[in-house]
């Protein structure tokens, strides 16, 4: 079955950044796009960044262009997600996607001094 395991949530301090993996299985990895999404406190999900099957093409949220950059190593079935600039509105529960279709279970970020 198609499993989904963030990690690399953390509490960092305004400016600063943290690197999100997602380890993917189940699933041929290669041939899927692939997603984050984030939900912040009291919200909804909101779509942050895909990657096609190939790593060629990246697509962002007007809200995190220039400072998020989401990868992928086919290799290794994983997902990145570098967050740079980090801002308090980055807050929240960063979740990876399988075609907006599966998802794990989140990991959290903390953005606060």
């Known amino acids: 079955q198609v499993q989904l395991v963030e990690s690399g949530g953390g509490l960092v301090q305004p400016g600063g950044s943290l690197r999100l993996s997602c380890a993917a299985s189940?699933?041929?990895?290669?041939?899927?796009?692939m997603y984050w999404v984030r939900q912040a406190p009291g919200k909804g999900l909101e779509w942050t960044s895909g990657i096609n099957p190939g790593g060629g093409s990246t697509y962002y949220a007007d809200s995190v262009k220039g400072r998020f950059t989401i990868s992928r190593d086919n290799a290794k079935n994983t997902l990145y997600l570098q967050m740079n600039s980090l801002k308090s509105e980055d807050t929240g529960v960063y979740y990876c996607?399988?075609?907006?279709?599966?998802w794990g279970q989140g990991t959290q970020g903390t953005v606060s001094s």
């Open positions: 996607s399988k075609s907006v279709i599966d």
């Open positions: 189940g699933f041929t990895f290669s041939n899927v796009w």
